[in-house]
């Protein structure tokens, strides 16, 4: 059976295609700048007679003016052509797809339906960078899919475990109770992907675990034997750690001076606070790379964002450790947790009280797979986890149809 996962983002599609039950990537890739004059994308192809061949890797540029070009230009790519790896779209049962928010209705996995399409939509304004990409991204495999099942894996299922005084404000209660207002949390599933091999690298189920995912969106989770008992993003994935251009916490009454005496709509808050914000507010630049090339120019707003950047996760390291009443490991996976020691250094350093004791050496060193860069005689463990989204959720739609 073919599995074909699908991680819709706003300007960018990540995807892999597994065979299964083997669980062995056919093919992945990254399609990028949708919408933009330019677009490009990259196309893996792994040799599975051989796992351990490095993979054949295309790189194309493409006008793709939406979602729906960048996924038939990579239906292209996976049935035509020297590189080819299925004969038609017929060959795929199932599409997974990620989606970011899926409200209090979902806890789980789900078959995609025209109802859980309409709610995925009534998100919309909760996730506006993600559920209508998301959203497209279903759309457009439906069509290219038409004989395939599609199935919904939401960023906020894993956080559903998380308990009543955790997710809930300090709001009048009918808020929650006809509203819905409440902490919901995301990156569900890249937290549960690696709470689970951190969990089988220390051979204990039942860890207590910080993991830190640092992407562009940036979220921590408090995890207890592979269940979730606090996560930084709330409502909405703006809360908690800075990220690429979005805020995280922010006292309320900055929004009510906006909105207010400042003037500024609904709208431009919103622009503001997930687009402006963040470390591009801070620094100029979004991306880590830049800004860690800034830093070493000796640029001072690159000094202030990074030492920001790594305060807050320390802050949250320093509460999740009391939520957990313990530590076993603290986990740094995404794009930037995987890849920026100058990050993990900075919020490893004076974390003894707490047991963790970075091997500085080791964090510099750049390894592919589970990297334990702690001390040896460190009470707690500090992982690098590379995250798999899309293997996570190729594991769920597999469960699910098995079950149904
Ligand atoms: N070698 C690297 N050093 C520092 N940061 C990196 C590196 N490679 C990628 N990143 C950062 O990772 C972030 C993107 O992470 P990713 O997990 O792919 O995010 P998303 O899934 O949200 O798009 C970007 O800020 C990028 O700068
Ligand atoms: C929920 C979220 O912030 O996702 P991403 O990091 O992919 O933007
Ligand atoms: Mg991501």
Same mark, same amino acid.
């Given at each position: ?219 921590? @989770?408090?995890?207890? *034997?592979?269940? &979730?008992?606090?996560? #930084?993003? /709330?409502? =909405?994935?703006?809360?908690? +750690? $800075? ?78 450790? @009391?939520?957990?009443? *313990?530590?076993? &490991?603290?986990?740094? #996976?995404? /794009?930037? =947790?995987?890849?920026?020691? +100058? $990050? ?61």
């Amino acid at each position: 059976m073919n599995i074909f996962v699908v991680n819709s983002g706003s300007s960018s599609i990540k995807y892999q295609l597994f065979r299964w039950p083997s669980e062995r990537p056919v093919s992945s890739g990254l399609v990028e700048r949708i919408g933009q004059e330019q677009g490009s994308i990259t196309h893996k192809v792994f040799d599975l007679n051989n796992p351990e061949a490095p993979a054949t890797e295309l790189r194309l540029s493409r006008t793709l003016p939406n979602h729906e070009a960048g996924l038939r230009e990579v239906v292209r790519l996976l049935t035509e052509g020297a590189e080819r790896v299925i004969q038609s779209p017929g060959e795929i049962a199932v599409v997974g797809h990620r989606v970011v928010h899926g409200g209090e209705k979902f806890a789980a996995t789900t078959r995609i339906t025209p109802e859980v399409k309409a709610e995925i939509k009534s998100l919309f304004a909760l996730a506006p960078l993600h559920n209508p990409a998301n959203s497209l991204g279903i759309d457009v495999a439906e069509q290219l899919f038409p004989q395939a099942r599609q199935v919904a894996v939401f960023d906020t299922a894993f956080h559903q475990t998380l308990p009543e005084y955790a997710y809930r404000y300090a709001l009048p209660t009918e808020l929650y109770t006809e509203q819905r207002i409440r902490k919901y949390g995301f990156h569900g599933t890249s937290h549960q992907y690696v709470a689970a091999q951190a969990g089988a690298y220390l051979g204990r189920p039942d860890a207590r675990l910080i993991t830190i995912h640092l992407g562009n969106g940036c979220s921590m @989770a408090a995890v207890h *034997g592979g269940r &979730a008992l606090d996560t #930084t993003m /709330g409502f =909405g994935p703006l809360a908690g +750690l $800075v990220m690429g251009t979005r805020s995280g916490d922010l006292d309320p009454s900055v929004l009510l001076h906006l909105l207010g005496p400042l003037g500024y709509s609904a709208e431009q808050v919103s622009a503001l606070l997930n687009k402006e914000s963040g470390m591009l507010g801070l620094t100029g630049f979004s991306d880590m790379r830049d800004i860690g090339q800034a830093l070493a120019a000796g640029d001072e707003r690159a000094e202030l964002g990074y030492a920001l950047y790594a305060y807050r996760i320390r802050q949250y390291i320093g509460a999740y450790a @009391a939520v957990l009443n *313990g530590l076993d &490991a603290i986990v740094f #996976t995404a /794009g930037v =947790g995987e890849n920026d020691a +100058l $990050v993990r250094s900075r919020v490893c350093q004076q974390m003894d009280f707490l047991g963790l004791q970075l091997d500085e050496a080791k964090n510099q060193q750049r390894l592919p797979g589970l990297r334990d860069v702690s001390l040896p005689d460190s009470r707690a463990r500090i992982l690098i986890i590379p995250t798999n989204e899309e293997l996570e959720i190729a594991r769920q739609c597999a469960e699910l149809i098995a079950a149904s």
